[in-house]
DNA sequence: TACTTTGTCCTTTTT
DNA sequence: GGACAAAGTA
């Protein structure tokens, strides 16, 4: 029950112990930042310098959340209850769901996931009658996400052309219908959130002489709406604490604002940034290839990671043939390392896009070696699993037209697309929910979910979702399916999930207990479900890089470094999209302890085409005395020979054709243009042309004539 | 109405 | 290569 001060570095013991001041942490990877952070918060509390419920800590993910809970709750004996800790979109929650009737809402409001969210904008097109061509769903629903995170309602999207009227439009009939339907999707929860504190300023002022110490972990991945939505806590004696790094921003694609450091900074006039530098996991050789990479960058707040420890092993650097070349060597080297004693939950394979763990897949699968794919469909996303969730939501909340659709004909009852459509018009005259119309055939399904209400009021959790899954049909239709045993045994699974959610008594601000079921729809739709089955066994991790944040592992490949892949050729167009690239790459480099490999093939199978990448421009920028070639330096002077002896290889390039001197294939040299590959021929002698991939400077077609293209 | 076949489109994604 | 949606068939 000790803090354990003695083992902080001078500059995490200032920042624990840091007085009553706001302060800005730049923490690097592996820099301890979870350590300080917990062990503030905990010598705040012990210190009687604050009470639990003073505390507000917020997080990005429900694992960072859980694993700040643990820690803190390792340090100390107060209950930690009384704080605030979780994720943005958590906390959010717990305020709406505290103040339903002033924010607007039903008090069993259901929360939209983004597959949810775009099916809601899917039904609106249709009922609009939209040109999907014109306005396809997805781009509504990133410009719906932008502007909520921005805090702009449709209202105040300045008009700047027809389009964006029109897609405001949707925007705002979006909102309608969502409002109607008493559904909430992740941005409005945080928007919703935000505005019903700077309206209400007896709640606003409430909360913020409440929370005096606001901690925020992840500073870097904050978007405008967060940083404003933070900002409303702000009193005289309340002070911020915020830990980021800026060369691990890898979201701003998705809103985050790095820039929210530099305001933080600014608008709390900051005295004390407190850089921690020190590096507690990574070798020296691969913290120096991350601090070379990432000096490339040119809009940084500055910092360089140092350690202790030794340099290590060099980076090691493999260059295959193709994409199943890769994947067997990385088979093998795994192999060794295994016999070497390293287990294998400790090595990751990492990659720019989820795409490529497919190969490796295959390559593993075939010699028996366990692994972990991350990333992949969660438990509740799984149809059936959601399919469940709708008839639990449509007893919670009848007027949920997105559950009511998507369950109204699952399994197949004959109510079909003419019966839905005849009900949306229906609904639409009324101004009703498609449940209040429901006649006809449908009339036997607003029955069922009425009668599966009536029978599980009052039940356990349990025996609800049990009941919901028997009497839907939802079983007995899987058992007539050809694959419908694991879904069955998922459903079996949802009912293990609602028996294991005993969550403590859910009472609200105002002394209320919240409906269980409610509860449970809240936590599936905010917890997606990272647990899958095999979870605590010995495997290998494979994970895309963005995944890998804040996660490290003894043995660490980051495969498929060529350009177009990583960096991602949609990045490299703009300077900020390289630059996040690069933060990405960092990352992946600092997540490694003892050893790191990086990989890249020649050719590779994407989108069902062969594609010839030249090697990612990061192989270059770090040093290359801190690496060792496991194959000869970009071997791309060897003319291409496909090696025989690998038994392991499935599939062999195309044969070289001869065009005016140059294969497919061949690294070539142009003057101008420089480096580059030759991805496709045609033509003869003089009239000969080849078309080249030169990575940043794009695919051109050059006239082997003219162009003075040089074998390189 | 419900199942099968063909045509399009591809990053990353904590919530 | 694979997901998803529109078009085609019983």
Redesign the pocket.
Known sequence: MSLHLEHLNPEQLSAVTLPDEHALILAGAGSGKTRVLTTRIAWLVKGGRVAPAGILAVT?????AREMLTRIGAMMTVNPRGMWIG????LC?RMLRAHAREAGLPSAFQIL??QDQ??AI?RLSKSMNVD?ERFPPRELQYFINDRKEEGVRARDVPPADENTRRVTELYAAYDEQCQREGVVD??ELLLRSYELLARNEILREHYARRFRHILVD?FQ?TNRLQYRWLKLFRSQDAQYFCVGDDDQS??T????HVGNMGDFEREFKVKHVIRLEQNYRSHGNILDAANALIANNRNRLGKNLWTSAGKGEPVRVFEGESDNDEARWIVEEVQSLARDGTRLSHIGVLY????QS?VVEHALFSQGIPYRV??GL?FFERAEIKHALAYLRLIAMPDDDNAFLRVA?FP?????????EQLQDAAKLAGASLMKVADG?AAAFKRLIEDLRSQTQGLPLKEVVEAVIAKSGLIEHYKNEREGADRIENLEELVNAAAAFTEEERVNESGETIDPLTAFLTHA????G?HQAGDGQEALQM?????A??LEFDVVFITGLEEGLFP?E??VTEPE?LE??RR?AYVAITRARHRLYLSHAQTR?L???TRYNIPSRFLEEIPQELMKWLTPRFSRQKPFTPDFSRQTRTTLPRPARDVGGFRIGQNVMHPKFGPGVIIDAEGHGNDARVQVNFGNLGVKWLAVAVAKLQAA
């Open positions: 990005f993910t429900n694992k960072a994720t943005f979109h958590g929650n996931d983004s775009l099916a899917k999907e992740f941005p992840e991945d890898i979201y694609f998705r809103g985050a720019r896009s989820n795409a497919r991350y990333g969660r004909n197949p009852r004959g109510i079909g697309a003419r019966s839905i055939k739709a905010l917890e997606a990272e994970m895309t890089v963005h995944s944040k804040g991602h949609q990045s999209g996040e690239e990405l199978m989108h069902g085409q």
